[in-house]
T-cell receptor, first 112, second 110 residues
Framework: EAGVAQSPRYKIIEKRQSVAFWCNPI?????LYWYQQILGQGPKLLIQ????????DSQLPKDRFSAERLKGVDSTLKIQPAKLEDSAVYLC??????????FGPGTRLTVL | QKEVEQDPGPLSVPEGAIVSLNCTYS??????FMWYRQYSRKGPELLMY????GNKEDGRFTAQVDKSSKYISLFIRDSQPSDSATYLC??????????FGTGTRLQVFP
């Protein structure tokens, strides 16, 4: 069974630029999560989708972050404009029936 | 006060040692407790999952939960260099929202 796929693996941008990350969950998993993991910290949930609907986006900085999950499969997380403090690893996870969460390898973002 | 507190380490032990990793939490409503292992440049992977006080064993790993003290532990017996990773505790309320600790970096040297 293929795991959660994410791309790109690494991204370096300058502040005020925009960036997008892509996630392909495990086949059949209805729930998809985006986490932000700052160096030296645990992952923090940004947004949770159930199929193509948002369940929880209470910690998503909506003035600059957006996410979508069209057709209830792949998802894209966008940051526009990026700030220095957005430097982190962005992790995507998926689960079936909101059970065990399986994580992808993450996208490491560096904002200069 | 953070909801979940975890010593970031690093913790360095010789191969074969017993490792003890710990977390404390403040919200007595947490119902489910997990330990994730995260290798460098990888995503977290689930190691252990418990929902009650007491011990749960899986091979060299034992997870312990003490709800009265709001304290959870992960013990690793006969530690191996391949166990070198960051160990994250995580907890769930009555939804599936995971609240993670900061992670403890473990180094097992030969």
């Amino acid at each position: 069974e293929a795991g959660v796929a994410q791309s790109p693996r690494y991204k370096i941008i300058e502040k005020r630029q925009s960036v997008a990350f892509w996630c392909n969950p495990i086949s059949g998993h209805a729930t998809l999560y985006w986490y932000q993991q700052i160096l030296g910290q645990g992952p923090k949930l940004l947004i949770q989708f159930q199929n193509n609907g948002v369940v929880d986006d209470s910690q998503l900085p909506k003035d600059r972050f957006s996410a979508e999950r069209l057709k209830g499969v792949d998802s894209t997380l966008k940051i526009q404009p990026a700030k220095l403090e957005d430097s982190a690893v962005y992790l995507c996870a998926s689960s079936s029936n909101r059970d065990t969460q399986y994580f992808g390898p993450g996208t490491r973002l560096t904002v200069l | 006060q953070k909801e979940v507190e975890q010593d970031p380490g690093p913790l360095s032990v010789p191969e074969g040692a017993i490792v003890s990793l710990n977390c404390t939490y403040s919200n007595s409503a947490f119902q489910y407790f997990m330990w994730y292992r995260q290798y460098s440049r990888k995503g977290p992977e689930l190691l252990m999952y418990t929902y009650s006080s007491g011990n749960k064993e899986d091979g060299r790993f034992t997870a312990q939960v003490d709800k009265s003290s709001k304290y959870i532990s992960l013990f690793i017996r006969d530690s191996q260099p391949s166990d070198s990773a960051t160990y994250l505790c995580a907890m769930i309320l009555n939804t599936d929202k995971l609240i993670f600790g900061t992670g403890t970096r473990l180094q097992v040297f030969p």
